[in-house]
């Protein structure tokens, strides 16, 4: 990672090359790295806070509090999911490219959402007709 440090993907080197792989799959390993992190802090703050509140309204609060960390982890459990996927592209080499066109995704897209697997344009495609199926 050290030699990634101050690298950045651009459009004027080949796309998907040797570096840009490295890049990527050091980002997504980081990213990975922090959701388990933070997973086992939360585990460990509940774990500790399994008090029982005599006043109803701080036991009310504490099980809302406490439903939502666990929804938020379970989301986080679904990102780690497709972060191993996108890691799995990188090895077979199918990462950043789009798997409707088969076009490569942008770098500033794979920047922004590094588990991406639709180009803007197919996403975008994706969602209205999603937005249809779902005011049906």
Not at 73 to 100: H, M, P, W
């Amino acid at each position: 990672m050290e030699k990634l440090k101050n690298y950045r993907p651009t459009e004027k080197e080949p796309f998907m090359n040797d570096r840009q792989r490295d890049y990527f799959r050091a980002k997504l390993l980081a990213w990975k790295d922090e959701i388990l992190r933070e997973s086992k802090i939360t585990l460990q703050t509940l774990q500790e806070e399994n008090v029982n509140h005599p006043d109803l309204a701080d036991r009310a609060s504490s099980e809302t509090d406490r439903a939502i960390e666990l929804r938020a982890r379970d989301r986080q459990r679904k990102l780690i999911s497709k972060i191993d996927a996108a890691l799995q592209r990188i090895e077979d080499n199918s990462y950043g490219y789009c798997e409707e066109t088969g076009e490569p995704i942008s770098l500033k897209r794979l920047e922004a959402r590094p588990i991406a697997t639709l180009s803007v344009e197919a996403q975008e495609r994706h969602e209205k007709r999603e937005k249809v199926y779902r005011d049906e």
